[in-house]
Structures are given as C-alpha cells and as structure tokens.
C-alpha cells in the first residue's frame, strides 16, 4: 500500500520544540512535492509547508509558522521532517503529509497517512 507513515508528535509544553518524520511507504520520494499538513478539531486541514523532494527546495510555509517550523528531506531514507520550535498551543492539530506534483490545492494530495497527534498545553 501507498501511503505515508508520520510519526514524533506529542504533548509539549508552549516554547517547545518537536521534530516530526514522515516515512514513505512503497514508493520514493523524488518525483514529489511533499507537503505537511494539519487539522485541528473543528477546523479544515491547513497546509503548512512543502518541499521538493528532488531538488531539496522549500516552496511553501504558511505565515503562522515562518521562522519557526523548517521542513527538510532525507532521500535516501525516503524520509521527510517538520522540524517545529517555538510551540504554540495553536499549533495543537493533527499533522499529516502528503504527495503532489506541487504545492498547490490540497486536493491532488495522495498517500496520506494516519496522521500524528501534536498537542501544545502546558
């Protein structure tokens, strides 16, 4: 099966940082753009950031999240990362990633996986 596991979510405290992964399953990377997306309850899902997974090159932060989240890729272990500092309690969602061909509407997204709970509370 196609799809992507995410895994490193977890309770933070506000200020705190998490690096979440995202494994590919079944298939490279390199002919994507990855994109790591998030929902919180209540709320549509919201992409947060995409990179190119052949060139390494970042297309895409939403604004909440400039300087502070870094997404990165690791080719060879078909793996991509959220790297997210500065925790907010409005950065508690369920994070998911997903492939395209950009990094454009949420809907050409595919292989979505089971998504990792992050959740930012003191």
């Known amino acids: 099966q196609l799809q992507f596991v995410e895994s490193g979510g977890g309770l933070v405290q506000p200020g705190g940082s998490l690096r979440l992964s995202c494994a590919a399953s079944g298939f490279t990377l390199d002919r994507y753009v990855i994109g790591w997306f998030r929902q919180a309850p209540g709320k549509v899902r919201e992409k947060v950031s995409c990179?190119?997974?052949?060139?390494?090159?970042?297309?895409y932060y939403v604004d909440s999240v400039k300087g502070r989240f870094t997404i990165s890729r690791d080719s060879a272990k078909a793996t991509v990362y959220l790297q997210m500092n500065s925790l907010k309690p409005e950065d508690t969602a369920v994070y998911y990633c997903?492939?395209?061909?950009?990094?454009?509407?949420?809907?050409?997204?595919?292989?979505w996986g089971q998504g990792t709970q992050v959740t930012v509370s003191s």
């Open positions: 990179i190119n997974s052949r060139t390494g090159s970042t297309s």
């Open positions: 997903a492939a395209s061909n950009s990094c454009g509407d949420v809907t050409p997204f595919r292989f």
